[in-house]
């Protein structure tokens, strides 16, 4: 498992992981992103970010793994690298893509309008059986989704207060993203159940591997 390592809370993730009993790495250098199984895109600044990625020459082995099925868990400023269009952007800001939702960056204000909210959660089947009921989320400028495509799977929205009814966790396929930060705290459930992809990932790719193709005959 890797934790995308350019900017932002690498060392939270690192350990949540860790806890999970995952074999975790940093991915800073284009090799490394071809020797995981599964990736976190942290919090940060996704400005920051995005420039970064380009900077170290990640951008194009990320997008191809991205699109050959590699499982990916962006949190906060790691949903907006994932997602394929961002509301507010700047002119020259690019995105990893992948996730078919357009974000809105620091959507519920600057630092000072940081909070926590318990909000209900679609845990899926595959996830532990300890992954159940509410999840307690600290948001700290943390982006939004306006607009999720039809194959997207909306796993949590905004409960209460001004921005009640906001979409902040979603899944496609490999994919998942949360706006808030699960990482802070000791509840390693988000995690989890991103190890559960990444797990299943893997089981399905050895198996393609193993079995022979069949060939027709008449």
């Not at 705290?185 to 193709?213: K, Y």
Request: glycine share 10%; net charge negative; hydrophobic share 40%.
């Amino acid at each position: 498992m890797g934790v995308l390592a350019v900017q932002g809370d690498v060392r939270e993730h690192l350990a949540a992981l860790t806890a999970l009993g995952a074999e975790t790495v940093t991915v800073r250098r284009p090799a490394e992103v071809e020797q995981v199984d599964g990736l976190v895109i942290p919090g940060g600044e996704s400005t920051v970010m995005d420039k970064l990625v380009r900077a170290f020459d990640l951008r194009e082995p990320l997008v191809r793994r991205i699109s050959e099925g590699l499982p990916v868990y962006g949190s906060c400023a790691g949903m907006i690298m994932l997602a394929d269009r961002i509301a507010d952007g700047r002119p020259d800001q690019q995105t990893l893509g992948g996730l078919d939702i357009t974000v809105r960056r620091n959507a519920f204000g600057r630092q000072v309008d940081s909070f926590e909210q318990d909000l209900d959660y679609a845990w899926s089947d595959a996830t532990p059986p300890a992954s159940t009921g509410t999840v307690h989320a600290v948001f700290i400028r943390a982006p939004w989704v306006e607009q999720a495509g039809p194959d997207v799977q909306v796993l949590a929205r905004v409960s209460e207060g001004a921005a009640a009814g906001r979409i902040v966790a979603v899944r496609q396929g490999n994919l998942m993203a949360t706006s808030f930060h699960p990482e802070v705290g000791a509840d390693r459930r988000i995690h989890a159940e991103f190890v559960s992809i990444v797990r299943a990932h893997r089981l399905q790719q050895s198996g393609a591997r193993q079995s022979p193709e069949r060939e027709d005959t008449a």
